[in-house]
């Protein structure tokens, strides 16, 4: 299906242009590391935008274009298949987009598999893995964002089912956040879906989480506009009070807790011009640390659109849409534990 101009910005928006990793190849990006060690643990992979660290420590890393979700062991960067089957994507965007654990069982949000606009049959919402072939629906969230739309006049959308983009747990379920009708979800262990906070016209996307508050990356101003990506805050139990933690960098697409607390941030990148539907530049993007006084400090730079960000101690695991996984050893703190 060709893809229509507003479809094309919302890609941008999101940093999700999606393709296999032979149509983004650019060679090896180590990016300029700052005193930080890099190394490529795997590559080859398909539409990968999420990821997260399982229970066995290991990272597990969505595969949104064949619909899988792929285990990588971080120290050897061998890679298992660990579900298959899932919703793949459409139009080369969405398909299994995050993966979350609940304990030792897998949770996959898959997006733009049944919007309308694109005649997708499919059931956009988070999926419980039950083994590597089955898996059974959560939570519907394309018909509960059908059924439920933004506020009208806030901003312009054209996706019914909205473009749901990261996965966090929390206590009692998930945060959902949907980087198109602008807002955060609360689902329940049981399927039952909230809205918990809705945004004007920003794009949330990544988010971690403590007991009580959410800590949320926004990319910016559309289309791009250079330093106005954001990381916010808010508390559970009063989310309409936000607080902006950090500012000025362009498309913030992830927010993380590295060891002892630090918060860190992912930047796709830099806004090159052209067509509003063209991605960050290449090799443009920065690992950051977030600092108590409202700004970023660039621990890591010159990575090639990255989507998802996690810790394993003071190992950063970076996942890019170039189908690329890559580890960067001591940032932040040291840890009682040493991974090569």
Same mark, same amino acid.
């Given at each position: 299906?060709?893809?229509?101009?507003?479809?094309?910005?919302?890609?941008?928006?999101?940093?999700?242009?999606?393709?296999?990793?032979?149509?983004?190849?650019?060679?090896?990006?180590?990016?300029?590391?700052?005193?930080?060690?890099?190394?490529?643990?795997?590559?080859?992979?398909?539409?990968?935008?999420?990821?997260?660290?399982?229970?066995?420590?290991?990272?597990?890393?969505?595969?949104?274009?064949?619909?899988? +979700?792929?285990?990588?062991?971080?120290?050897?960067?061998?890679?298992?298949?660990?579900?298959? !089957?899932?919703?793949?994507?459409?139009?080369?965007?969405?398909?299994?987009?995050?993966?979350?654990?609940?304990? %030792?069982?897998?949770?996959?949000?898959?997006?733009?598999?049944?919007?309308?606009?694109?005649?997708?049959?499919? *059931?956009?919402?988070?999926?419980?893995?039950?083994?590597?072939?089955?898996?059974?629906?959560?939570?519907?969230?394309?018909?509960?964002?059908?059924?439920?739309?933004?506020?009208?006049?806030?901003?312009?959308?054209?996706?019914?089912?909205?473009?749901?983009?990261?996965?966090?747990?929390?206590?009692?379920?998930?945060? +959902?956040?949907?980087?198109?009708?602008?807002?955060?979800?609360?689902?329940?262990?049981? !399927?039952?879906?909230?809205?918990?906070?809705?945004?004007?016209?920003?794009?949330?996307?990544?988010?971690?989480?403590?007991?009580?508050?959410?800590?949320?990356? &926004?990319?910016?101003?559309?289309?791009? &506009?250079?330093?106005?990506?954001?990381?916010?805050?808010?508390?559970?139990?009063?989310?309409?009070?936000?607080?902006?933690?950090?500012?000025?960098?362009?498309?913030?697409?992830? +927010? &993380?807790?590295?060891?002892?607390?630090?918060?860190?941030?992912?930047?796709?990148?830099?806004?090159?011009?052209?067509?509003?539907?063209?991605?960050?530049?290449?090799?443009?993007?920065?690992?950051?640390?977030?600092?108590?006084?409202?700004?970023?400090?660039?621990?890591?730079?010159?990575?090639?659109?990255?989507?998802?960000?996690?810790?394993?101690?003071?190992?950063?695991?970076?996942?890019? *849409?170039?189908?690329?996984?890559?580890?960067? %050893?001591?940032?932040?703190?040291?840890?009682?534990?040493?991974?090569?």
């Amino acid at each position: 299906m060709k893809l229509t101009k507003k479809l094309t910005l919302i890609c941008a928006v999101l940093g999700l242009v999606l393709s296999t990793a032979s149509a983004w190849a650019d060679g090896d990006s180590h990016g300029d590391s700052h005193g930080v060690r890099g190394k490529l643990l795997a590559s080859g992979l398909m539409g990968t935008s999420g990821g997260t660290l399982g229970p066995d420590g290991a990272l597990y890393v969505t595969e949104g274009a064949i619909g899988q +979700v792929t285990r990588v062991d971080i120290a050897s960067g061998r890679t298992r298949t660990i579900a298959i !089957g899932l919703p793949p994507s459409l139009i080369g965007l969405g398909g299994a987009i995050d993966v979350a654990f609940i304990g %030792k069982t897998p949770y996959v949000l898959v997006t733009l598999v049944g919007d309308p606009l694109f005649g997708g049959n499919r *059931l956009d919402g988070i999926y419980r893995i039950e083994n590597r072939r089955n898996y059974s629906l959560l939570a519907d969230l394309g018909t509960y964002a059908q059924e439920h739309p933004p506020e009208p006049g806030l901003f312009p959308y054209f996706l019914a089912n909205g473009l749901q983009y990261a996965l966090q747990t929390v206590d009692d379920g998930f945060l +959902v956040s949907d980087g198109h009708h602008n807002r955060i979800y609360h689902v329940t262990l049981d !399927g039952d879906i909230s809205v918990v906070k809705a945004f004007g016209d920003v794009v949330p996307t990544g988010m971690a989480a403590t007991a009580d508050r959410v800590y949320l990356a &926004e990319t910016g101003a559309v289309p791009h &506009e250079p330093g106005t990506g954001k990381v916010v805050s808010f508390d559970m139990l009063d989310p309409d009070a936000t607080r902006v933690v950090a500012a000025g960098v362009s498309m913030i697409v992830d +927010v &993380e807790f590295g060891p002892h607390g630090e918060l860190f941030a992912l930047s796709q990148g830099d806004f090159g011009g052209g067509d509003p539907g063209a991605p960050a530049s290449p090799n443009t993007g920065r690992l950051l640390r977030v600092n108590s006084d409202g700004s970023f400090s660039v621990i890591v730079d010159g990575l090639d659109r990255p989507t998802s960000l996690d810790f394993s101690c003071d190992t950063a695991l970076v996942v890019t *849409l170039t189908g690329e996984v890559w580890k960067y %050893k001591g940032v932040g703190d040291r840890c009682d534990r040493d991974d090569d």
